[in-house]
Each structure stands twice: as structure tokens, then as C-alpha cells.
T-cell receptor
């Protein structure tokens, strides 16, 4: 069954700790994206990658880092520099980076600060 | 001004009602438009793309007005299962970078 998986579903972070959110897709999609959603707000783009071994900052990249060593995987690290990390994190992918490509989302990870 | 603006609602309607949402966008270079549905604590899922000529999918009709830079979604014969948040999504004019509105919450009551 093709799709996007994210793990864990819930993640707790202590002050000063880096945590990594997993995103895997078996859709053979080239482009992958990370978004953050805060309560009652729309999704904001953190990072995106259009091809393996390449990625670009989105609108709110500060305090986050990513890697794209494999086509299937696009992990997001929330560093200690991100002062307000509590949010719902969504990973998405598209077949290409062209117009009208539907973005498919994973089920999301809720990050909470202890 | 936000790039994509929506009335957050909630819109409370009885079953069987017709309800319409509007969304305005500020980037005149935008070329692709979508409505996504998001259930509580779940990921967004594509409801429908919005085409220049307008398009219909069952009880759902989407319209685009490029001159006024707004998009609409009409839901006819509302069902309880339509209760969700509807996200207006617009591309940024190049490639597939998307901007999401804050969403409009719909609650359909028996």
C-alpha cells in the first residue's frame, strides 16, 4: 500500500534537546516538504527538497535542519535553537515540483515540550 | 495582509443545507488553486483542484475569480460527515510551492 509514513505520532522534547522526526514515502515521489501547523492556523513551510541530496529553506527554517540522502526519506531535526517547537508537523510529497501536482500528506507528528 | 485569507468560522449549518466558503489570495502570479479538507487532529487531504472554468464534484462546486483574486467552495445537501476544516491553498506562481489559508471550520448539525 503506497503512502507516506511519519513517526512517532507523539514526541516529547526536553529543554535543550534535539529531536528528529521521521518521514518516509514509497510513492516514488521526487519532491518532499515539511510543514508546521499551530492551532487554528494554516500550514507554514519549513524546508523542501525537490531532488535527492538537495533541499531549500522554506518560510520558517530557523531552528530546524533536514537531510535528503535517499529519495524515500526526508527527516526533520528540531534543534534546541527552535524556541517554540510545540506544534503539529506534517510531511508531504509530490511526484514532481511542477504546477498542479497534488501534495499528499503523512499523518503528522505532534511535538510537545516538557 | 495575509497571502491567503479565509473566514475561520465556525459555520454551523443543519443537515441538508447549502453552504459556501470564500477565500481571497494576494499573489496575482498564482496559477494553481486547491481546496483541502482537514479533520480534527488529522492530516489535510485534497478535496478538489479549482480550475478557471469552475468545476464540480458531486455535491461540491469550486469557482475561481482571477480578476478579484478569490476562490469559492459550495457544498450542497450538507452531511454530518462534511464537518471538518476546509483549507484554501494557492501556489506561489512558480513550481509547486503552496501557501495555505488558516482554514474555515464547518459544523453540520442533525
Amino acid at each position: 500500500d503506497g503512502g507516506i509514513t511519519q513517526s512517532p505520532k507523539y514526541l516529547f522534547r526536553k529543554e535543550g534537546q534535539n529531536v528528529t522526526l521521521s518521514c518516509e514515502q514509497n510513492l516514488n515521489h521526487d519532491a518532499m516538504y515539511w510543514y508546521r501547523q499551530d492551532p487554528g492556523q494554516g500550514l507554514r513551510l519549513i524546508y523542501y527538497s525537490q531532488i535527492v541530496n538537495d533541499f531549500q529553506k522554506g518560510d520558517i527554517a530557523e531552528g530546524y535542519s533536514v537531510s535528503r540522502e535517499k529519495k524515500e526519506s526526508f527527516p526533520l531535526t528540531v534543534t534546541s535553537a527552535q524556541k517554540n517547537p510545540t506544534a503539529f508537523y506534517l510531511c508531504a510529497s509530490t511526484r514532481t515540483s511542477g504546477l498542479r501536482e497534488t501534495q499528499y500528506f503523512g499523518p503528522g507528528t505532534r511535538l510537545l515540550v516538557l | 495582509r495575509k497571502e491567503v485569507e479565509q473566514d475561520p468560522g465556525p459555520f454551523n449549518v443543519p443537515e441538508g443545507a447549502t453552504v459556501a466558503f470564500n477565500c481571497t489570495y494576494s499573489n496575482s502570479a498564482s496559477q494553481s488553486f486547491f481546496w483541502y479538507r482537514q479533520d480534527c487532529r488529522k492530516e489535510p487531504k485534497l478535496l478538489m483542484s479549482v480550475y478557471s472554468s469552475g468545476n464540480e464534484d458531486g455535491r461540491f462546486t469550486a469557482q475561481l475569480n482571477r480578476a478579484s483574486q478569490y476562490i469559492s467552495l459550495l457544498i450542497r445537501d450538507s452531511k454530518l460527515s462534511d464537518s471538518a476544516t476546509y483549507l484554501c491553498v494557492v501556489n506561489r506562481g512558480a513550481g509547486n510551492m503552496l501557501t495555505f489559508g488558516g482554514g474555515t471550520r464547518l459544523m453540520v448539525k442533525p
